[in-house]
């Protein structure tokens, strides 16, 4: 019986107006660009002055680590077996015990989805008249970078580049996933590296900057004897390596059958680990340079890094090419959080793409104007980041290791790969990752929020 609603279920999957991506290197750039974020780049390096400096890096590597080979393979996997995001994967999952309406669990990882993504579009909009800001000088010649910075993000302070922000990743999103979200990933994410690596090679010859790395990587030893260095670096490694049970899983589904989805996992951990070192670089020391504070928390990249480059030896040119690589980071991870609910409508109600992201964008606008100010929008990243997108990702893990079962789980994993993979899989995915993750649920909750 299991083995026909397997078969009846692959044959649906076969579906033959399914974009894929066309390339390897084109799904690795994309799930990278989902990965590297915001928090990457202003709260990775304020928890690594927080708790202990390069102390810190031996938890976060090693749940980096262990999320990496289990909960961003098994969703990349379970996307790819069911052939569909979560609303369909869900639903196909549990048609397999003969459980009916799998889709209404669906919705958990799809709705955190879409809010985190009409949330980060607002921020995403202050990057932008930052970026332009920057090119025409505003943001250097500005007296109070504190003042610019909470007029922008005060009631309906930015609606004009939150619009417009939303309209450039909806034109690319128009375009599919290998013509549209594949090609702008295969530009945006090397620039965004080789921007960084410009911004880390110039922030290393400023006079003083070897404090800044001092706070980084000079490590703090006792501060691996308090739980919260472990619990944060949890939630850093778990929400920086974009689980939710929802994007990861929407772009595992246009994948190739012939990949190796191990392989293309570790690629996003690594390259996903390393931004966020590389933020650390560029920011942390050029912070100490000119004796701001190092642990602004998100003022930092918006009022404390502004404040550096009007310092800085051509400073408004450095500006322009922080914010133009932070601007590829928001847009690139916006386009995930998107591709869910998109999809979603599309295999539900069998809508065109153009129609379902022609919905999607009026949503996100006309919701995302009522959490325009920073207050607002703080609140509505918490409750999401803390309620909803946890679940989603342990709802996730538990239908693809739990229930579709370890044998079933394994052959997906196994798909495009040579080399066998160890019996150290099951009990990582099944026991360590589903554990972790019911952990950062629960402890989101006792702090408020630990990513």
């Given at each position: 019986m299991a083995n026909n609603q397997l078969e009846n279920i692959e044959n649906n999957i076969k579906a033959p107006s399914r974009d894929t991506f066309h390339s390897k290197i084109g799904f690795i750039l994309a799930c990278i660009g989902s990965a590297v974020g915001m928090g990457n780049i202003w709260l990775f390096p304020y928890r690594v002055g927080q708790f202990g400096g390069a102390a810190f890096l031996v938890p976060y590597f090693l749940f980096v680590i262990v999320i990496g080979i289990t909960g961003v393979i098994g969703e990349m996997s379970f996307g790819r077996a069911m052939g569909t995001g979560p609303l369909g994967a869900f639903q196909r999952a549990l048609e397999r015990k003969d459980i009916k309406k799998g889709y209404l669990l669906g919705l958990i990882p799809v709705i955190g989805s879409l809010s985190i993504a009409i949330g980060y579009a607002v921020v995403v909009g202050w990057i932008?008249?930052?970026?332009?800001?920057?090119?025409?000088?505003?943001?250097?010649?500005?007296?109070?970078?504190?003042?610019?910075?909470?007029?922008?993000?005060?009631?309906?302070?930015?609606?004009?580049?939150?619009?417009?922000?939303?309209?450039?990743?909806?034109?690319?999103?128009?375009?599919?996933?290998?013509?549209?979200?594949?090609?702008?990933?295969?530009?945006?994410?090397?620039?965004?590296?080789?921007?960084?690596?410009?911004?880390?090679?110039?922030?290393?010859?400023?006079?003083?900057?070897?404090?800044?790395?001092?706070?980084?990587?000079?490590?703090?030893?006792?501060?691996?004897?308090?739980?919260?260095?472990?619990?944060?670096?949890?939630?850093?490694?778990?929400?920086?390596?974009?689980?939710?049970?929802?994007?990861?899983?929407?772009?595992?589904?246009?994948?190739?059958?012939?990949?190796?989805?191990?392989?293309?996992?570790?690629?996003?951990?690594?390259?996903?680990?390393?931004?966020?070192?590389?933020?650390?670089?560029?920011?942390?020391?050029?912070?100490?340079?000119?004796?701001?504070?190092?642990?602004?928390?998100?003022?930092?990249?918006?009022?404390?890094?502004?404040?550096?480059?009007?310092?800085?030896?051509?400073?408004?040119?450095?500006?322009?090419?922080?914010?133009?690589?932070?601007?590829?980071?928001?847009?690139?991870?916006?386009?995930?959080?998107?591709?869910?609910?998109?999809?979603?409508?599309?295999?539900?109600?069998?809508?065109?793409?153009?129609?379902?992201?022609?919905?999607?964008?009026?949503?996100?606008?006309?919701?995302?104007?009522?959490?325009e100010s920073g207050d607002k929008l703080g609140l509505w990243m918490d409750i999401v980041s803390i309620y909803v997108i946890p679940l989603g990702a342990l709802l996730a893990g538990i239908i693809f290791f739990w229930v579709c079962g370890s044998e079933f789980a394994r052959e997906q994993v196994q798909l495009g790969r040579r080399k066998k993979i160890g019996p150290w899989f099951e009990p990582m995915s099944k026991y360590i990752f589903c554990g972790l993750t019911i952990v950062v649920y629960i402890l989101g909750i006792f702090y408020g929020g630990i990513g």
């Open positions: 932008l008249r930052f970026t332009i800001g920057s090119i025409t000088g505003a943001v250097i010649s500005t007296a109070d970078s504190s003042a610019y910075f909470v007029e922008i993000a005060g009631e309906f302070g930015s609606v004009g580049w939150h619009f417009t922000g939303l309209a450039l990743t909806f034109m690319v999103m128009l375009m599919g996933v290998s013509k549209g979200i594949e090609k702008a990933n295969k530009i945006m994410m090397p620039a965004f590296f080789v921007l960084f690596l410009i911004l880390a090679v110039r922030v290393a010859t400023l006079s003083g900057a070897i404090e800044g790395y001092r706070y980084l990587f000079v490590p703090k030893w006792e501060f691996l004897k308090e739980p919260k260095t472990w619990i944060f670096a949890l939630g850093q490694a778990f929400f920086s390596l974009s689980l939710a049970g929802s994007g990861t899983i929407v772009y595992g589904s246009y994948l190739k059958k012939t990949e190796d989805i191990v392989d293309c996992a570790k690629n996003v951990a690594f390259f996903d680990t390393f931004a966020a070192i590389l933020a650390a670089l560029v920011i942390i020391p050029s912070v100490f340079v000119f004796g701001m504070n190092p642990a602004a928390g998100p003022p930092l990249m918006f009022v404390i890094m502004p404040k550096v480059f009007k310092m800085m030896p051509m400073g408004q040119l450095f500006s322009i090419v922080f914010f133009i690589a932070v601007l590829f980071a928001g847009i690139s991870s916006l386009m995930n959080l998107f591709e869910t609910p998109i999809e979603s409508l599309q295999h539900r109600f069998k809508l065109s793409r153009k129609a379902s992201v022609t919905i999607i964008a009026a949503i996100s606008f006309f919701v995302g104007l009522m959490i």
